[in-house]
């Protein structure tokens, strides 16, 4: 099976082979067709019709030296409380975050706080947080230390902490012995 499959895609490309055909037609004007039309004759085509592409060689350049950069401001933030998984009972709600970073924060850079995320606190220079009604339950805060154009240049990791807050339940009303 595979010698007759073989054969007959051998014949198939050698009548792929498209022929030229070049003819005038009564108004003096050249016409090429690759099906043969009366008084045409077959285009022969010389080996350097080819088209060839010759690529420049590739130019060497010399590295240049990069243009000065803005010297990063290398922070290194921590938050020093509470602590990691610390619990936190407070009925209001209100949670302090208190942050380190070494060296001093520059003049046009700011810290902001995250809890779970997203953004709680306007961008500041001090990296201590007051927060106040903050739902019971597991959160997680980071400290991010950020450029005037919103580029951030230090992080903490995420510190988790468990926040308890009273519920206050309706206590039924005991009824008297033996009444109504």
């Known amino acids: 099976m595979r010698p007759i499959l073989l054969f007959t895609l051998l014949l198939m490309t050698l009548g792929a082979q ?3 055909y070049k003819w ?3 108004d003096g004007k050249v016409h090429y067709s690759d099906t043969p039309v009366e008084n045409s004759t077959q285009v022969e085509f010389k080996e350097n019709t080819e088209n060839q592409i010759n690529l420049p060689p590739p130019v060497v350049r010399e590295p240049t030296t990069p243009a000065k950069e803005e010297p990063k401001a290398l922070y290194k ?3 020093t409380s509470p602590s990691e998984e610390e619990t936190i009972r407070d009925n209001n709600g209100n949670i302090t975050v208190i942050g380190s970073i070494s060296p001093d924060l520059a003049t046009d850079h700011v810290l902001v706080l995250l809890m779970d995320g997203k953004v709680v606190s306007p961008p ?9 009604n903050v739902d019971r339950g597991e959160h997680k805060f980071e400290i991010k230390a950020l450029a005037q ?3 951030q240049l230090a992080s903490t990791p995420p510190r988790t902490i468990f926040l308890h807050r ?3 339940h309706a206590i039924p009303r005991a009824t008297p012995l033996g009444g109504n």
Not at 124 to 132: D, I, K, M, Y
């Open 149 to 151: 154009n919103g580029k």
């Open 18 to 20: 498209a022929a030229i």
């Open 166 to 168: 009273a519920s206050v």
């Open 124 to 132: 500041q220079a001090s990296p201590v947080f007051n927060l106040e």
């Open 77 to 79: 933030l921590s938050i």
């Open 24 to 26: 005038v037609d009564k």
